[in-house]
């Protein structure tokens, strides 16, 4: 059967959807690509994409409650790019329609956890029928796969030796002073957290090789030490508002690569990230603040991974308190500061016999709203219409394994630029 689109946006009426719905508007029509929005109230469907650019193909009914709504939209296209979280509620029907009929898939979730789960349930039948399931693809964890892939071809290349490490520093550069929580991190992100909390993830926040091939898988806990970047010197301390992110998408690729005969990455291979925390807004200015800073933003951070592994008791009290108190979803910043944010990604690979390579990654945009939505949207267009140039593979894959390096460029319009800088 003939697909009608080449990507469904599921979910246009939250923050970040409204976002990448604005984004395919302005992209979609450069690209002649066929692009429908999908949601379980029509009418608040219609009214997020009114006064676009350009309007959707469609405006087509998927309620995540509906599983034949969701295997309809599936059949009818290429690509669905999923904004309905939290993922753990919602994702389930999703992966299974995509998989079932060959339909590639891009979200957001953050919730390791139960990815394991999706993808010892649903890689079989995706990697059957040639569907390519990308989760992750925003701020988390897009450009610092990509980035670390970059990074880590490049040295491979110019030495032949494995790449044994790749280190990425983080700046951030927020618009203005933050009122408020929501201003820095999502109601939809926040709830994805607090309830990971309340299911207790168990290795998802002790082992950073998690999500590896069980019979490739890696071994090695989380670095949420306080530490200095091995390129720049910046003092770290581990990722905001999750440091359990990034390090199990990352590991994975360099398994699967490394299952599928790349030998770009040792089998030793280990990623760790950190943000920068003398560029933070309202940073320290006295002299050896930073490393003071770096060490009790580490402190929260592995005192978070220990209630994870709490009681249910604990977890659960503690864990409503959260939700009570903390941004709801659909919370977010007002939508004209979003474009005045910008970031930074310094990455740096290193190979078993010590020689390394750098790439820089800059951004604009608010990380968790405006790029995390140009990224998802440009890297469903990448899936739509890449062809040739995508790596082969399909299944569960990360943002490098199903967009590789060749059409980095394509992030451009998007907001995100990678070179090598040494």
């Known amino acids: 059967m003939a697909k009608r689109f080449d990507v469904v946006l599921l979910g246009p009426t ?8 604005r984004y395919l508007a302005e992209r979609a029509p450069e690209l002649d690509v066929r692009w429908a929005v999908a949601g379980r109230d029509e009418a608040r469907v219609r009214a997020s994409v009114e006064g676009l650019a350009s309007a959707p193909v469609d405006v087509l009914h998927a309620d995540t409650s509906d599983a ?16 309905v979280g939290p993922y753990a509620r919602h994702g389930e029907v999703v992966y299974a329609a995509c998989a079932r009929h060959g339909t590639h898939e891009i979200d957001l979730t953050g919730e390791i956890d139960w990815l394991r789960t999706m993808i010892d349930r649903y890689d079989g039948s995706a990697r059957a029928s040639g569907a390519k399931l990308v989760p992750t693809a925003g701020f988390e964890a897009l450009p610092f796969d990509l980035g670390a892939l970059l990074a880590a071809r490049t040295v491979h290349e110019r030495s032949g030796e494995g790449v044994t490490a790749v280190d990425v520093a983080v700046t951030i550069t927020p618009e203005g002073r933050l009122a408020a929580i929501s201003d820095a991190v999502s109601g939809g992100t926040f709830t994805s957290g607090v309830e990971l909390l309340k299911r207790g993830p168990g290795r998802a926040t002790t082992d950073a090789y998690f999500l590896d091939p069980p019979e490739a898988a890696g071994i090695g806990a989380y670095d949420l030490g306080a530490r200095r970047h091995p390129g720049t010197g ?17 590991h994975r690729s360099a398994a699967l690569l490394r299952q599928g005969g790349d030998r770009t990455f040792a089998a030793s291979y280990r990623y760790r990230e950190g943000i920068a925390v003398g560029a933070m807004a309202g940073g320290p200015k006295l002299p050896g ?27 659960g009290p503690v864990a409503d308190a959260l939700l009570r108190f903390g941004p709801k979803a659909g919370e977010g910043p007002r939508p004209e500061t979003l474009d005045a944010w910008h970031y930074r990604l310094d ?32 890297a469903a267009l990448v899936l739509a219409d890449g062809g040739e140039m995508l790596p082969e593979g ?7 394994t199903a967009l590789g390096t060749e059409l980095l460029d394509r992030f451009a319009p998007a907001g ?5 800088t040494g």
């Open 394 to 400: 399909s299944g569960f894959l990360t943002p490098a």
């Open 68 to 83: 034949t709504s969701i295997d309809a939209v599936a059949r009818s296209t290429r690509v669905v790019a999923n904004l």
């Open 14 to 21: 939250g923050v970040t959807g409204r976002e990448v719905a």
């Open 289 to 315: 603040a930073e490393p003071v800073l770096a060490v009790t933003m580490a402190a929260l951070q592995g005192g978070f991974g220990l209630l994870t592994r709490a009681p249910g008791a604990v977890r």
């Open 416 to 420: 995100v630029t990678f070179r090598v």
């Open 347 to 378: 990455v740096r690979a290193t190979t078993t016999g010590g020689s390394t390579a750098d790439v820089v990654v800059e951004a604009r945009g608010h990380p968790g709203y405006k790029s995390t939505a140009t990224m998802v949207g440009e």
């Open 234 to 250: 910046q003092w770290l301390a581990p990722m905001f508002p999750s440091a359990f992110l990034n390090p199990p998408i990352a």
